[in-house]
């Protein structure tokens, strides 16, 4: 069974760097295909899809967040990091971390199934 | 970018009743090389992260009930609730995955009980 959670801070201050963690379980991110991806959903708002990481460390970035955001893997620790600079208010949502299904391996092509539940991050001085 | 756009953004169908939805994206998603189209559908429940319905537009995920199914192709597409349940109230998205640079998600349609 796939699971994931997401851990970080719930409060930020405008200007600051958010670092969140996903910790994993149920598969291993040395294996040929798999991808963890991060999406965020602003509260009462739609789904955004922020960066995407693969096995062999090959990164995928959403282009207009591009110049703010690094994902790494600790695959020892099955556990995947986002980080975003210069946070701002609009930042505030519900980041997910969710593992890249498995139909997808072979396509180049990227969507999720299952999912982490979500931590809420707020950006306040 | 591919935008995803979902109408109507709400509706409310009583109990046992079709519901559909729409998703229309900007440019075709169907790819000439394997004639599939690329999209995902997601139901998102109340403060639940988003559970994969469907992919390749039509392909159920396994474990969901056949009353989903999924349609259309190019640049218009269905998901279909044909006979709707308590349990299915929730928002439900589409997403684009055609592109390699960026993956993007409707806005969301919220299915309610008449």
């Known amino acids: 069974q796939i699971t994931l959670k997401e851990s970080g801070p719930t409060v930020v201050k405008p200007t600051q760097t958010l670092t969140l963690t996903c910790t994993f379980s149920?598969?291993?991110?040395?294996?040929?295909?798999?991808?963890v991806g991060w999406i965020r959903q602003p509260p009462g708002k739609a789904l955004e899809w922020l960066a995407l990481i693969y096995w062999d460390d090959d990164k995928r970035y959403s282009p207009s967040l591009k110049s703010r955001l690094t994902i790494t893997k600790d695959t020892s620790k099955n556990q995947v990091v986002l980080t975003m600079t210069n946070m701002d208010p609009v930042d505030t949502a519900t980041y997910y971390c969710?593992?890249?299904?498995?139909?997808?391996?072979?396509?180049?092509?990227?969507?999720?199934?299952?999912w982490g539940q979500g931590t809420l991050v707020t950006v306040s001085s | 970018d591919i935008v995803m756009t979902q109408s109507p953004d709400s509706l409310a169908v009583s109990l046992g009743e079709r519901a559909t939805i729409n998703c229309k994206s900007s440019?075709?998603?169907?790819?000439?090389?394997?004639?599939?189209?690329?999209l995902a559908w997601y139901q998102q429940k109340p403060g639940q992260p988003p559970k994969l319905l469907i992919y390749?537009?039509?392909t159920r995920e396994s474990g969901v009930p056949d009353r989903f199914s999924g349609s259309g192709s190019g640049t218009d597409f269905t998901l279909t609730i044909s006979s709707l349940q308590a349990e299915d109230v929730a928002v439900y998205y589409c997403q684009q995955y055609y592109s390699t640079l960026a993956l993007t998600f409707g806005g969301g349609t919220k299915v309610e009980i008449k």
């Open positions: 149920g598969f291993s991110l040395s294996a040929t295909g798999v991808g």
């Open positions: 390749w537009a039509s």
């Open positions: 969710a593992h890249r299904h498995v139909a997808a391996v072979g396509t180049g092509r990227n969507w999720f199934d299952p």
């Open positions: 440019q075709s998603i169907l790819y000439s090389s394997d004639n599939k189209n690329y």
